[in-house]
């Protein structure tokens, strides 16, 4: 989806099944549904995932509209009734919706996403809502993963020609600053959002010349500003780190690096930087690439490597390692003459059971240190008491408990469309990585772990226990 593209039809045939039968069944208008969004497990069994895609979910609320040849490839399918096509010509998007914020670390089962309105209307924009959400998400999560393991190095986005289709390389991109790389190779990426593109040369600008010196030498002479040179195309020690030194000396640029895409990076590294570096050459940088994550850069920084920034490619653009966020829309109430009825989803897998009704989503911050503490799910329009002695349960062990002092409670979400009209301002991409920076730092190490990080207290408000449990009982009755 491209800027102000009208990608309405790009949905489950299913979302358009439903609502001809709304329509024909007399909901339209009066029948107002509340929807949530949102996901079960964190990807890669990290502590946390990283919220993403907020504003591609508004510009595609806006333009909501079904064109002529969009009525007239559902009047063919021979299914639809003349008075639901006309209602499509016709159709207004006239929800209210609220997220949370980009950039904010989220957990299981909270509604970081809310559609309220006709039930036509909330029901349909699932698709969409989950496809943006989940694949930037996603990304983003992956990339804040990659980037801590860093540990402040840079780290830049390579990933393009990997990526699953052209918006996944350019949204992906985007997600991955987000969540903290510091660039893309993805040219467009610069353009459209102005994420820094950044890149070097490839093996091919090497091979087209003579000698690995000569190749240097030229790219030195027209980028003398900033020059990194790849030198792995033949032998990085035996002639591409050499041939380098010798151009940087010539040459003089202000700015120089090398990049090594291949091998053993945690010794070519170490060599590399004391060939540098005995060459009077101690500003040079070196980058290195080739099929890295956060667990491969966790270890080469462990084992001594003498690198100054990273490029990632597939294994970020792509999420290899767990390549699906799982955010699902589930139905949470509906509201008859201003009254609201909340809706439970009931399964044998207790993760499938959802939480019912509207919800505010609270995160509860320790005064002292700044931390979060917890996350507390509560029926609208409940506060959150800021009293010494708060209980909050372990949401995995509801026998567990632990008592809060000296703290403040955040309405997370925001309003981001009242009636359909949009009431929120996207911040500009580079706010959003810093504040997504300033929220990685409030969640407390353990939750930061790679492997087996401490489970983050997710609570229910006793208000909304007590509806659920109500709720199952009256469901389970047999």
């Known amino acids: 989806m491209m800027k102000n593209e009208n990608l309405t039809m790009l949905t489950d045939f299913y979302e358009i099944t439903m609502a001809n039968g709304y329509f024909q069944s007399g909901s339209i208008e009066e029948d107002i549904a509340y929807f949530d969004m949102f996901f079960r497990n964190v990807p890669d069994g990290g502590g946390y995932a990283i919220m993403a895609g907020v504003e591609q979910v508004i510009e595609y609320l806006n ?15 021979g299914i639809f009734c003349e008075g639901f096509l006309e209602y499509l010509r016709n159709f207004e998007f ?27 209307q909330a029901q349909f924009v699932e698709t969409m809502l989950l496809l943006i959400i989940n694949h930037q998400s996603l990304i983003a999560t992956k990339a804040n993963r990659i980037v801590r393991a860093a540990q402040g190095r840079p780290v830049m986005e390579f990933g393009t020609r990997r990526a699953h289709g052209t918006a996944a390389a350019v949204y992906g991109a985007r997600a991955a600053y987000i969540g903290g790389c510091a660039g893309t190779a993805c040219t467009i990426a610069d353009r459209d959002y102005g994420i820094a593109a950044l890149g070097t040369m490839a093996h091919s600008w090497v091979q087209m010349f003579p000698s690995e010196y000569e190749a240097f030498k030229k790219y030195a002479e027209i980028y003398p500003d900033n020059c990194t040179l790849l030198v792995d195309t033949y032998n990085v020690l035996k002639s591409g780190v050499p041939a380098a030194i010798r151009v940087f000396k010539e040459v003089k640029p202000r700015k120089m690096g090398i990049r090594i895409d291949s091998g053993d990076v945690a010794y070519l590294t170490k060599r590399a930087r004391k060939m540098l570096d005995d060459a009077g050459l101690t500003d040079c940088t070196i980058t290195v690439s080739n099929s890295l994550d956060e667990y491969i850069i966790r270890d080469v920084i462990m084992e ?69 503490l917890a996350d507390v799910m509560t029926v609208d329009g409940e506060t959150i008491p800021e009293v010494d002695g708060y209980e909050i349960f372990d949401p995995n062990a509801v026998w ?61 408000s006793q208000n909304l226990w007590n509806m659920k449990n109500e709720l199952i009982e009256e469901h389970t009755i047999r």
């Open 94 to 120: 006239v929800c209210d919706v609220w997220g949370v914020p980009e950039g904010t670390p989220i957990f299981p089962h909270e509604p970081i996403l809310t559609v309220r309105g006709p039930v036509i």
């Open 304 to 372: 001594g490597a003498q690198i100054d920034s990273f490029g990632v490619g597939e294994r970020l653009i792509t999420a290899k390692s767990e390549p699906v966020f799982g955010g699902v829309y589930k139905l949470a109430a509906l509201e008859k003459d201003g009254v609201i009825i909340p809706k439970i989803k009931i399964s044998e897998n207790v993760e499938k059971i959802t939480n019912p009704g509207f919800k505010t989503l609270y995160r509860l911050f320790d005064n002292e240190t700044g931390k979060a």
């Open 400 to 460: 567990k408990k632990k008592k809060l002092y000296n703290f403040h409670a955040k309405n997370l979400r925001v309003q981001l469309f009242d009636k359909g009209k949009c009431v929120y301002q996207s911040p500009s991409i580079d706010d959003i990585k810093t504040y997504c920076q300033e929220q990685i730092e409030t969640l407390w190490g353990e939750t930061l772990r790679f492997e087996n990080p401490q489970t983050y207290y997710v609570d229910l």
């Open 63 to 77: 333009n909501l509209k079904f064109t002529d040849e969009d009525i007239e490839y559902l009047r063919g399918k």
